[in-house]
């Protein structure tokens, strides 16, 4: 599509936002859900039974998009399916940036007449130029010009991640999931059935925004494979892509073709495909997630080596099986490190050959200039590229509910040695008998900056795939 | 005849598998070791060319309509003389008349026997979304039971070539397992890149398997090779 890329710069930071076909029955979603919008938002509607409800929500209503008197940089529309091809030849004599159908009844039905009606819209947008996100698709959510595809979904503080998702409800959650765990949106599309615009197309977009530090795709298959290469390919050169695929099992391609009536590929063929890109794998919403703070709040490095640090002995012993099986290595220190650990280690119940077994040492909190110390000397260490952290949140739970400043002095530590030392730092508070204080933790320590896993298997494989990233861009391996 | 020639006469012939000396002989035309196979169409010939080669030699059926040679005892390998290569010959030629009586026999391949080495197995299949996707693995059990082998889609560069041997679980055994000699890692990584741009080459071959290859310590070299063309369109 010509001119595609600048059209998208439009829609994307939209100063005008239209809603078509928006109904009291659907409980007026995209109206609230643009109630945020920092712009200027219109409605079209044309049913005088639905205008009064609209207007109540002081939205200026019109009757058609061509009475506006204002150019409209992105639409989303809602119209019943056999309306939508009239509504998208509408967008296109507009002019409009680029419209969302949220619309659905099309190809992921497998019958022919939604079929037949999606090749319509297609070719109704293809020739006027129109870029068309979906069919049966949430369209796009800007959190800094609170432009949502739910009223759930937090405004105001853009996050450094663009999101192309292939599924509403995953497009919605991650705004959300993430959100609390401190990792937000740039840009995020929902892209439906991807009739006209498909994953490279956003992905070209992304890749040259520069409110996006990291790409996250979730994806049930393309329509391209070798367009799809190309551009993750040159994504992946300028930032991070971590790619969540679904429908990997012969059953889940099965519910894919209902869903966006996308091809399946064999689950070989497309992690190859990804990694030869030079993208990464993520498997679930929570292991997306946990990528992404790898790769945010982790200063990037290439070293494999870890400085493991744990505060009692079976959890010394697990954490090391963990970060060992991940595919890192967990090194015996220096003679210097030893030197200095000799010197104030407490060794009843306690050890320090790394992993460092360190209750004990740091009074489970009460001794902080042990704690830091500890830090400074694994940072100081060259066999110790990585360092990671048990918070004990099991034991510490009670202390930190009836004290919270005490979880405060904590981060305060950790911050700093986060801010000082060049070696991605990772935190694990497991969840527990308190586990709504342990995830309330775990939020605080994400709003510090500091990468917060669930537990050490999770931090491990999440902080593995971002020094696999690092060393890849190094030219390493 | 030339590497144009070999695919162009398949075609006239109206066929789109190339038989093994066929397809070695446009490989080997593009770079790629392989161990050479010629065809003998009379006895005399078989043994003017396992002398040629060297003994021991094999010999396997050749046959448009043949795909699985030794099914219908159409190979023997490890033929030590020529008395050995002459019975051989009649045995596989009669043995493929007698199990498929209307298929046309060409003659029969000679290629000198190959030193065992590692068993490797480089394959392309065509992905109907990425297109050419070049396969490499260990040969044998672990290819065919557990499916350790890695992809990656054509053109790959060096960095793939690597990354790929290095994808599948099997590939301490390609590093020197248990005080075997390693295998030549460079020339496998040459051999994947060769066949790259081979199938970058020829849009019209739609499958290709070398199993197996065997890896030396100093070398790499296709024993058997398989060439599928895209079925003409009309």
């Known amino acids: ?181 401190g990792i937000r949106v740039s840009t995020s599309i929902s892209i439906g059935n991807a009739e006209v615009l498909d994953i490279p197309d956003y992905l070209d977009y992304l890749a040259a925004d520069p409110e996006t530090q990291v790409i996250a795709i979730y994806a049930e298959g393309v329509k391209d494979g070798r367009r799809f290469f190309e551009s993750l390919r040159r994504a992946s050169k300028a930032k991070p892509v971590v790619v969540w695929k679904g429908g990997v099992t012969e059953a889940g391609a099965r519910a894919i073709a209902s869903h966006t009536a996308a091809l399946a590929t064999p689950n070989a063929v497309w992690n190859a495909v990804v990694k030869q890109a030079g993208a990464i794998t993520a498997e679930s919403m929570d292991d997306l997630i946990d990528v992404l703070k790898a790769l945010l709040f982790c200063k990037p490095g290439t070293g494999r080596g870890m400085g493991l640090m744990a505060m009692t002995g079976g959890q010394s012993v697990v954490i090391t099986d963990a970060f060992v099986r991940a595919g890192l290595e967990v090194p015996l220190l220096t003679a210097a490190s030893y030197e200095k650990l000799a010197s104030f280690f407490n060794i009843i119940g306690g050890s320090y050959r790394n992993p460092l077994d360190m209750g004990g040492t740091i009074g489970f909190g009460g001794q902080p200039q042990h704690l830091e110390r500890l830090l400074q000397i694994l940072d100081e260490d060259e066999h110790v590229d990585a360092i990671a952290i048990e918070l004990a949140s099991g034991f510490m739970a009670r202390r930190w509910q009836a004290d919270p400043a005490s979880l405060d002095s904590l981060l305060d530590l950790l911050q700093a040695h986060r801010e000082r030392s060049a070696k991605p730092f990772v935190t694990v508070l497991h969840p527990g008998h308190l586990e709504d204080v342990a995830s309330q933790a775990r939020a605080r320590v994400g709003e510090r900056g500091l990468a917060a896993f669930a537990s050490f298997e999770r931090a491990a494989a999440a902080l593995r795939r971002a020094i696999d990233y690092w060393r890849q861009q190094e030219g390493l391996d | 005849m030339t590497n144009a020639g070999i695919i162009d006469r398949a075609r006239q012939q109206g066929r789109t598998v190339l038989s093994e000396v066929e397809a070695k002989q446009l490989l080997a035309e593009a770079g790629i070791a392989v161990v050479e196979a010629r065809l003998a169409k009379e006895r005399d010939e ?183 063309l895209a079925a003409p369109t009309a």
């Open chain 1, 1 to 181: 599509m010509p001119d595609l890329q600048s059209k998208l710069a439009r829609a994307f930071r939209p100063r005008t936002v239209a809603v078509i076909g928006d109904k009291r029955a659907m409980g007026y979603l995209w109206l609230r859900s643009m109630s945020t919008f920092t712009g200027k938002l219109y409605s079209v509607q044309i049913d005088p039974d639905e205008i009064p409800g609209i207007e109540e929500l002081g939205v200026p209503n019109f009757p058609s998009l061509a009475e506006i008197p204002d150019e409209i940089d992105y639409a989303v529309c809602s119209v019943p399916r056999t309306i939508a091809p009239r509504i998208i030849a509408d967008c296109a004599a507009k002019g409009v940036g680029a419209v969302a159908l949220f619309t659905s009844g099309f190809a992921e039905t497998g019958e022919a007449e939604g079929a037949e009606l999606q090749a319509e819209i297609g070719r109704i947008a293809r020739e006027a130029g129109l870029p068309l996100i979906g069919p049966n698709c949430m369209g796009l959510y800007n959190p800094r010009l609170g432009v949502r595809q739910s009223a759930e979904q937090p405004t105001g503080e853009a996050g450094p991640v663009g999101l192309i998702s292939q599924s509403g409800t995953h497009a919605i959650n991650f705004g959300l999931n993430g959100a609390a765990q």
């Open chain 2, 46 to 228: 078989a043994v003017a060319l396992a002398k040629e080669f060297g003994y021991p030699v094999a010999l396997k059926i050749v046959s448009p309509q043949i795909t699985h040679k030794s099914d219908v005892g159409g190979v023997q390998l490890n033929l030590g003389t020529a008395e050995e290569v002459t019975a051989a010959f009649d045995a596989i030629v009669a043995a493929a008349k007698r199990a498929a009586p209307d298929a046309p026999i060409e003659g029969v391949s000679v290629q000198r026997m190959a030193e065992p080495g590692i068993e490797v197995i480089v394959g392309m299949t065509m992905d109907a979304q990425f297109g050419p996707v070049l396969m490499f693995g260990l040969g044998g059990v672990l290819v065919e039971v557990l499916k350790d082998v890695a992809f990656r889609v054509v053109p790959i560069t060096a960095r793939d070539a690597r990354q790929m041997m290095r994808d599948i679980q099997g590939f301490p055994i390609l590093q020197g397992y248990r005080g075997q000699e390693p295998a030549d890692l460079e020339a496998l990584e040459a051999l994947l890149l060769k066949l790259s741009a081979f199938i970058e080459e020829h849009a019209e071959v739609t499958e290709l398997d070398l199993n197996p290859v065997f890896a030396y310590p100093n070398s790499a070299v296709a024993v058997d090779a398989r060439i599928v």
